[in-house]
């Protein structure tokens, strides 16, 4: 992907939490004739060794044939908004600011105990306010359904983050533009406008 520099996020922590918080991603793979992308959830696990990315499509999917050796990659999307060139000091043209990164690794299919693990800790995340655990449904039931999906752990071997927050604007511009978009009062004008205020570090 390309990121010009003054875009470019680095800190690893702060991408880290951005993928745990945007955790719907597209996984794209090749299937020797066309790229393939399948839109899931994900749960992202970091250790002294690195990242890895647990997931899972339906077994009548045919991207599973494509894991393996080939290089992957995951599309986290952040949010995006217009933003409008009425609000700069200068004459210019509108823009898009966003926050999006792009995960390079390898998928390889995992079973049994691992992706029973995978599923448990997906439903006790999303569950947390409840009681609601795999392990205290029927056992016949999850088996069958899990049968019917494949589990794959994706090591994640590079990255890029793209975090496009008006930097090149004025301090000044900057403020407008915040304001202007907390009036909008939708989700994605609304993050944006926290994210070039903690970019601004304000």
Same mark, same amino acid.
């Given at each position: 992907?390309?990121?010009?520099?003054?875009?470019?996020?680095?800190?690893?922590?702060?991408?880290?939490?951005?993928?745990?918080?945007?955790?719907?991603?597209?996984?794209?793979?090749?299937?020797? #004739?066309?790229?393939?992308?399948? $839109?899931?959830?994900? #749960?992202?696990?970091?250790?002294?060794?690195?990242?890895?990315?647990?997931? $899972?499509?339906?077994?009548?999917?045919?991207?599973?044939?494509?894991?393996?050796?080939?290089?992957?990659?995951?599309?986290?999307?952040?949010? $995006?908004?217009?933003?409008?060139?009425?609000?700069?000091?200068?004459?210019?043209?509108?823009?898009?600011?966003?926050?999006?990164? $792009?995960?390079?690794?390898?998928?390889? #299919?995992?079973?049994?105990?691992?992706?029973?693990?995978?599923?448990?800790?997906?439903? #006790?995340?999303?569950?947390?306010?409840?009681?609601?655990?795999?392990?205290?449904?029927?056992?016949?039931?999850?088996?069958?359904?899990?049968?019917?999906?494949?589990?794959?752990?994706?090591?994640?071997?590079?990255?890029?983050?793209?975090?496009?927050?008006?930097?090149?604007?004025?301090?000044?511009?900057?403020?407008?533009?915040?304001?202007?978009?907390?009036?909008?009062?939708?989700?994605?004008?609304?993050?944006?406008?926290?994210?070039?205020?903690?970019?601004?570090?304000?």
């Amino acid at each position: 992907m390309y990121i010009p520099k003054y875009y470019r996020e680095e800190d690893r922590e702060t991408i880290l939490a951005f993928l745990r918080k945007n955790n719907f991603a597209a996984l794209v793979t090749f299937d020797g #004739e066309r790229p393939i992308a399948t $839109h899931i959830p994900v #749960e992202v696990v970091a250790t002294e060794n690195g990242w890895t990315i647990y997931g $899972h499509i339906s077994r009548a999917n045919p991207q599973k044939k494509t894991f393996g050796d080939s290089e992957a990659l995951l599309i986290f999307q952040g949010p $995006h908004t217009y933003i409008s060139a009425r609000w700069y000091a200068e004459v210019d043209v509108p823009t898009w600011d966003y926050m999006i990164v $792009h995960v390079y690794g390898k998928v390889k #299919e995992i079973q049994g105990d691992e992706l029973y693990s995978v599923l448990s800790r997906l439903v #006790e995340t999303h569950e947390m306010t409840s009681s609601y655990r795999l392990e205290t449904l029927p056992q016949d039931i999850v088996q069958k359904e899990i049968k019917g999906i494949v589990g794959f752990a994706f090591e994640v071997t590079r990255l890029d983050a793209g975090y496009k927050l008006s930097q090149k604007k004025t301090d000044e511009e900057r403020e407008t533009i915040v304001s202007e978009l907390q009036k909008r009062g939708d989700h994605d004008s609304r993050e944006i406008a926290e994210a070039i205020r903690r970019q601004a570090g304000q």
